[in-house]
């Protein structure tokens, strides 16, 4: 169904000529494969719907008035910046994609520490803009290229981070959206023209429309700028870095330090992590490196800091015997960045770093003490900059279990989840075989601690039919040991109620006949009443989760 | 009325239910300048379901529903009914600590308990709860939470919310649910615990943040029946320090640099009369100390908790005497006519009867906004020379400066002490309480929890949120029963 002349002349006279496509090549580069991008609901190998027109709109005035064109036209819309995300793409032939990449402005308020950010201000350049005055900003675990925008005020936007800084919802503050309908809502102090410091109020926080556990996916209008709290980065005003790409370290002062932490136990494991939530020393934690897989861990982080270093390095470096070892001393591990204020305060940190590895029976690993790989791993972490090294094994990965809850919880099951991905990887060639446990993500989803964000790695080849149907195979057989235990729904199927395995939306029936059966229903019964009245024309797609109030007989 | 008495009785007993002259004028009015209103009747709710069954009941009836969970007295014109006819929920009896749980630093509580109650329970498991500054003895914790009164400790916000995490709320259309990641399990706590799940997390459950829609809210869209908080590791090692400055820009900056740092663990700034009526026990004492108090003080608290504490403690004061000296201030352990660790126990902790407020002269107007630390110089100015045109003593005015949300904003608060015995007085700190609410509201004083005419002052400059507000409304209270005239334009 393609746009009329007439209504494709409409949208080009918002934007201009240069900047609206129907060109078929660049519409087929608007189409999403989840296979390339982690969006934990398979089945990997689907093809998104070619959008009817590409529009890359500069400002929030040409943001608005391309949505209320959308709302006189009845068609569909959905915005995205940086496009690491399946969710990103639109799920109906009826619809346009916005590209937002024409408008990245960044403007730093240092003493307040708040940056306003239009999306496509990716996390690497807020970030450089930021530590040139001492602050630092939360990149989420996609990494720095991703747009700061797109996981507030789209997905969930946890990382390494996240412990010291909160996660992408904790620093938003206020903020500028088109919403669905084409009205401009610019929340808390910012829409009573105070300023952009507080995003909550007058009263209750209509910013709660636009994210709540999570972002609203597209679905709910466009970002056009946000405000985010920015950290204190008591480094240099850019990191200085030394080396060979692709293994660049950093070079930074003594009030840095970069540890793997290491515990004989998975019950060690859990009373240091919840001692590091309380202690407030970390800077940064992320178990990173366990993403390649156990068994490989040491051998792939050679490799990686070695220039010539190639994956086919790998078989002989598994047999060197030191490296053997020391990929043994660190099968339950966690990357920790301690960053002091001042001598003193490193002093300290590092005081109670060693008290908490004293009392679980904690070491670090000497390996990961080696000067070089501390700085590599420092710059990787406080950068993440890497995020190609997800893909390397295979062309593909899918994050699945996802035990990311309480550290007790998941920390008694994680061998069992280990044992059963080996066995599976062991059996069937679908799925890269690196040693059952390879389960990466953050010391915590939230500010000063709670849950964890916890993901195994399933690397897998997109380009080959039985590569996928095992990976998917693999993830129906882990959601039902997850069933099982109560674990809940498997982070590999976590986004699967948002589009058909055909790549479009679901309708109202489909969505109805999901969610009547959750624990609370009325969630999804609130969402509706939500989206009926901010878009009324339902241009957003199914990634908004709705339930028809009158199945669970409400008005 | 007697049959709605009975219905009423139908739902909470007999003993819930009263209309006695003193109940009912217990609630007709309060301490601001809220016009009185006497409400029909006071329903004393135990349960949850007691209150799902009374806004159903609302809203079949179409009565107006004020909730209420502190004790009295009351200060912010909110619990005072705007309609006639409205009925009083009273939740300050449900009083259970429902759970508190040490590995997750989580306490889930009910709507009448007060800080006293829950930091000595917390205590025993070896923790407390962040402090508003010395709440009044009758304070709810969870209406404090939920009004986001502002923390001493900002660096403990991860959030401007914290540390508030999940609820159980009837909705204003009388449907239950619990928000956050507790809306994503079972309806039911002890299921939900005996699945490990501490309902740590605020947000969503879903795509939507349901606990947002209840923060300031003045009761205008649910009742909230529990409330889950994050709690803290109780100081082995506590010491307090004063930092006196005879201008508010150099205490300012102190502020912003140790922030900036994140150390501290509680830190807020006063001018002399405010820190005057929290350390006075009387009307002559708070005399007596204003004169001999500097102009303004910043108050920093440190602390050391599990791990060592002292070691902690130690390495924070050194660095923080050296930022004040630095903004050429001095971190000291005393000023003149006080100690800081007696600023410490009154601070920290709820406040004897009467409110520390009231010592000044009895009673007492708050004006409070948010803005950023490095504008509160000029609303301070434009209040003091609004206060000298009214003729109003601006000695008198106590300033107190609470920086939140990790310090990229602050709370500032005025406080107008005033006799209200004396007719004149009354009516000019009523005058003043207006004009300098609009004077400072012209100026940009953002009043993010719009209590009394601040929400006719706040709304009215914002079309899009107004209209944004009146949809959310629509949903979650469509025959607009709870707390109607509150939040209006
Ligand atoms: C390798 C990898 C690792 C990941 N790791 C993590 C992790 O550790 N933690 C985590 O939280 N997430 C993670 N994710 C998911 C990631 O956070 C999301 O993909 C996120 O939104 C990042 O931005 P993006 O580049 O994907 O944005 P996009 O793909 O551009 O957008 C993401 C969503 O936001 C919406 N959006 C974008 N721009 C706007 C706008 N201006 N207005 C309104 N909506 C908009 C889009 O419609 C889309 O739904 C990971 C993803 C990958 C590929
Ligand atoms: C899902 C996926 C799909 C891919 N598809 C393809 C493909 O089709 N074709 C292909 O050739 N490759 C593809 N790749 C590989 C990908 O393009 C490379 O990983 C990437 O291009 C590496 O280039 P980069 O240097 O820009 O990497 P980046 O990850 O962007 O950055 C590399 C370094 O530069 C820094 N940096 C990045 N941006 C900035 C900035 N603006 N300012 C300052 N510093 C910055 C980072 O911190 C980092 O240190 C894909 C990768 C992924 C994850």
Redo the contacts between chains.
């Keep these: 169904m393609a746009l009329t002349a007439e209504i494709y002349q409409a949208f080009e006279d918002v934007v201009g000529q240069r900047n609206i496509s129907q060109d078929k090549g660049v519409l087929e580069s608007y189409r999403c494969i989840t296979s390339q991008s982690s969006a934990h609901y398979g089945p990997f190998d689907h093809k998104t719907p070619l959008p009817q027109a590409v529009i890359m709109p500069g400002s929030t005035e040409e943001v608005q008035k391309i949505i209320k064109l959308c709302n006189k036209y009845k068609i569909q819309f959905k915005a995205s910046t940086t496009f690491w995300s399946a969710m990103g793409f639109i799920g109906s032939e009826n619809a346009i994609q916005l590209d937002m990449r024409r408008m990245k402005g960044i403007e730093i308020d240092e003493k307040n520490m708040i940056a306003v950010v239009e999306p496509y201000a990716i996390g690497a350049v807020v970030q450089v803009e930021a530590m040139k005055v001492g602050l630092n900003c939360n990149i989420p675990g996609v990494g720095c290229s991703s747009s700061v925008v797109a996981s507030t005020a789209g997905w969930v936007g946890f990382g390494p981070t996240s412990i010291s800084m909160g996660v992408a919802g904790e620093n938003m503050l206020g903020a500028e959206w088109v919403l669905p309908d084409g009205e401009v809502l610019r929340t808390g102090s910012l829409g009573a023209g105070a300023g952009w410091f507080n995003g909550e109020g007058p009263g209750p926080s209509t910013r709660s429309v636009l994210r709540g556990f999570q972002g609203t996916t597209g679905t709910m209008g466009v970002c056009t700028k946000v405000a985010i709290r920015l950290h204190p980065w008591p480094g240099p005003t850019c990191i200085p870095t030394r080396g060979q790409t692709p293994a660049y370290k950093a070079s930074l002062p003594d009030n840095f330090k970069c540890y793997t932490l290491c515990y004989p136990s998975w019950e060690a494991w859990a009373k240091g992590a919840a001692m590091l939530h309380e202690a407030e020393i970390v800077y940064l934690g992320h178990r990173q490196f366990n993403m390649f897989g156990r068994d490989i861990k040491a051998a792939m982080l050679r490799i990686l800091n070695d220039p010539n270093g190639q994956l086919a390095d790998l078989e002989p470096l598994l047999q060197d015997p030191e490296l053997k070892k020391q990929n043994e001393l660190m099968k339950m591990d966690i990357q920790v960045v301690l960053a002091g204020m001042t001598a003193r305060d490193i002093a300290y940190k590092e005081k109670v770093l060693d008290r908490i590895l004293e009392l679980c029976g904690g070491w670090k690993s000497e390996m990961m003490l080696e000067k070089d790989m501390q700085d590599y791993v420092l710059l990787y972490l406080l950068r993440l900059g890497h995020k190609n090294l997800n893909y390397t094994l295979c062309g593909s990965y899918e994050g699945n279990y996802g035990l990311s809850s309480n550290v007790f919880v998941a920390t008694a099951v994680i061998e069992e989840a280990s044992e059963l991905k080996d066995k599976w990887a062991k059996t069937h060639t679908t799925i890269a075989d690196t040693g059952g446990d390879s389960d990466m993500g953050s010391l915590s989803i939230i500010g000063g601690g709670g849950a964890m964000g916890w993901e195994f790695f399933v690397n897998f080849d997109a380009y080959d039919k039985a590569s996928i149907q095992g990976t998917n195979d693999f993830i129906d057989e882990t959601q039902k040991w997850m069933t099982s235990k109560g674990l809940g729904v498997d982070m590999g199927r976590w986004n699967q109620d948002i589009r058909r395995k055909d790549g479009l939306n679901f309708t109202q029936e489909e969505h109805d006949a999901m969610y009547v059966n959750a624990a609370q229903p009325l969630v999804f019964a609130y969402q509706w009443k939500v989206r009926e009245a901010v878009n009324p024309n339902h241009l957003g797609g199914s990634y908004y989760r709705t339930l028809t109030p009158s199945k669970i007989g409400l008005a | 009325m007697n049959a709605t008495l009975n219905q009423l009785a139908g739902i909470v007993g007999q003993a819930g239910v009263s209309t006695t002259p003193e109940s009912l004028a217990a609630y007709a009015s309060d301490s601001s300048f809220a016009t009185p209103m006497k409400p029909a009747a006071v329903v004393k709710v135990q349960s949850a379901e007691q209150v799902e069954a009374l806004v159903k009941w609302a809203n079949q009836t179409q009565t107006p529903l004020v909730p209420v969970s502190s004790g009295a007295p009351h200060y912010k014109g909110d619990t005072v009914a705007e309609m006639p006819g409205s009925v009083i929920v009273d939740l300050s009896g449900m009083k259970k600590i429902l759970n508190i749980n040490r590995?997750?630093?989580m306490a889930v509580v009910e709507p009448g308990v007060t800080y006293g109650e829950l930091q000595a329970a917390l205590a025993k498991e070896g923790m407390c709860l962040s402090m508003p500054l010395a709440p009044r003895a009758t304070k709810s914790v969870a209406a404090s939470v939920l009004d986001?009164e502002p923390r001493l400790n900002a660096l403990?916000q991860?959030?401007?919310?914290e540390p508030l995490r999940c609820t159980e709320v009837t909705w204003g259309?009388g449907?239950r649910?619990?928000t956050g990641?507790a809306?994503?399990?079972?309806?039911d706590l002890e299921k939900q615990w005996a699945?490990?799940?501490?309902q740590?997390?605020p947000?969503?459950?879903?795509?939507?943040?349901?606990?947002?829609?209840?923060?300031?809210?003045?009761g205008?869209?649910g009742i909230v029946t529990w409330v889950s908080l994050?709690c803290e590791?109780l100081p082995q090692v506590e010491r307090t320090y004063l930092v006196p400055a005879a201008k508010l820009e150099d205490v300012n900056e102190f502020a912003?640099k140790t922030l900036?740092?994140?150390?501290s663990d509680g830190l807020f700034v006063m001018n002399g009369a405010a820190l005057a009526s929290l350390m006075g026990g009387n009307a002559e004492e708070v005399k007596t100390l204003k004169a001999e108090l500097p102009t303004y003080v910043a108050v920093v608290n440190v602390v050391g908790?599990?791990?060592?504490p002292e070691?902690?403690v130690q390495?924070?004061e050194?660095?923080i005497a050296e930022i004040a000296q630095a903004c050429g201030l001095q971190l000291l352990p005393s000023v003149p006519g006080l100690r800081a660790e007696q600023v410490r126990a009154k601070a920290f902790e709820p406040s004897q009867v009467p409110f520390w407020k009231e010592t000044a002269k009895g009673a007492f107007q708050d004006i409070f906004f948010?803005?950023?630390?490095?504008r509160t110089p000029e609303f301070i100015e434009a209040v003091q020379k609004q206060a000298i045109a009214a003729g109003y003593p601006v000695e008198d005015i106590g300033v107190y400066i609470q920086p939140i949300?990790?310090?990229?904003?602050c709370h500032c608060e005025f406080t107008l002490p005033y006799n209200a015995a004396c007719a004149k007085e009354s009516a000019r700190a009523k005058k003043l309480f207006v004009d300098i609410s609009e004077t400072i509201s012209s100026m940009?004083?953002?009043?993010?929890?719009?209590h009394g005419i601040w929400?006719r002052l706040?709304?009215n400059?914002?079309a899009?949120?107004t209209?944004?507000?009146k949809?959310?409304?629509?949903?979650?209270d469509p025959n607009g029963i709870l707390n109607p005239g509150k939040?209006s334009v």
Excluded: C
Aim: charged share 20%.
């Design positions: 590995q997750q630093r986001l403990h991860w959030n401007y919310t259309d449907n649910m619990f990641e809306g994503a399990g079972p309806r699945a490990q799940k501490w740590v997390s947000t969503g459950p879903n795509m939507l943040d349901f606990y947002r829609l209840l923060t300031a809210s003045q205008t869209m994050r590791l912003y900036r740092v994140r150390f908790r599990e791990l060592l070691e902690r390495a924070q050194q660095d948010t803005t950023t630390l490095n949300n990790m310090g990229v904003g940009g004083a953002y009043f993010s929890r719009p929400a706040q709304l400059k914002d899009q949120s209209i944004a507000l949809k959310v409304k629509g949903i979650f939040l």
